[in-house]
DNA sequence: CCTACCGATCGGTAGG
DNA sequence: CCTACCGATCGGTAGG
């Protein structure tokens, strides 16, 4: 990674550095060195900007959540239950689009984050859910969805394969979010199988 | 976590101490002062059994996706596409249930093997997910599986869904693999819309 | 943002 | 498996 000069918004060069060593070495494989490294200041440097590490890590993860919040905060609520979680699947995979690397961070490096960092993060991802969750409910209760599913283990695969999108997709790669979104809706809604 | 005092089978207890302690803090955040402590012995001790952290690590992780492997290998190839899928299922669950924290390393940790260690892995998880990729192909050359899918995105989102479960299923929750795999398998094989 | 540095901790080793 | 230790590196700080 070649230093950048971008001195007029350091703490924007550093998010950036910082976010793409923590997806790629991990919160703890990444040391401030790294990123002092990668921004082109020596580590000490670095804390004219920041107070600590994991400071640094919450700001991330944080951002990060947000934008899944707020994308999913803009979905028509009297839409069907089938459209609205096609509408939730679209949101998410094009937040992961914009960003993989951020979508790396804020799903498996929260880990590092401790005491009421962790929690406040927690209720957001809890909260993220929650959407899926509720989605799957009206759609069972207005007959949208088929009664024989386990609503939690199928909400649950629902996220994993939308989870997943940040470890596969590539925003320089042959298709959109949106055709990503369309074929992972069309997946998860109507299965495999030929009706 | 409490030592404990395996001394009849040091490696044995190394390697389930490492694993418990790799799917928590992460393969850069545990020591060998921490696995050692949890063994129960000084860490200088450890090296009596082990060559590096690295060499713990890769026999961890080649371990978890050799039983993957060797799982899918039990598959009747004479089935249909989709009793084949859903017996892959089944197998995947199977042994994430058997070892949730070792499938967390598996998924997780790999990123931190170095040179030809960390081929060999990602060599053996492409040919496990080759299998995924042969059954899609299977079902959509018979017929079994809608024409309209995107093959490559339908076996991502299957293996999404697969691989969080080792993020959420435990062991000595209320349901058992068997019945958590039939659903995995009826939500992405049927969809989750009434038919 | 740099110079110069702190105490703590890291993976690993020699010799027993 | 322990004693005793190595050089390297860690996150972070004081003073400019």
Redesign the pocket.
């Known amino acids: 990674m070649s230093p950048r000069q971008n ?1 007029a918004r ?1 703490m924007e060069s550093i998010l950036e550095v910082a976010t793409g060593l923590f997806s790629e070495a991990g919160y ?1 494989g ?5 990123i ?1 490294k990668g ?16 400071d ?1 890590l919450l700001g991330i993860v944080e951002v990060g959540i947000d934008h899944f919040l707020e994308a999913a905060e803009t979905i028509d609520r009297d839409a069907t239950p089938s459209d609205r979680m096609r509408m939730l699947i679209r949101a998410h995979v094009e937040v992961v689009a914009e960003n993989p690397q951020r979508t790396l961070v804020v799903f498996h490096q929260w880990r590092y984050l401790t005491g009421a960092n962790r929690a406040r993060i927690l209720e957001k991802r809890a909260r993220y859910e929650d959407i899926f969750r509720k989605i799957m409910q009206d759609g069972l209760t207005a007959g949208e969805f088929d009664s024989s599913l386990d609503p939690k283990i199928a909400v649950l695969s629902i996220l994993g394969a939308l989870n997943w999108t940040a470890e596969w997709y590539r925003p320089d790669g042959p298709k959109s979010a949106a055709v990503v979104s369309d074929q992972i809706a069309t997946a998860v809604l109507s299965g495999v199988l030929t009706r």
């Open positions: 001195l350091p703890s990444t040391t401030i060195r790294d002092a921004v082109g200041v020596l580590p000490g440097s670095l804390y004219a900007h920041i107070e600590t590490k994991e640094l």
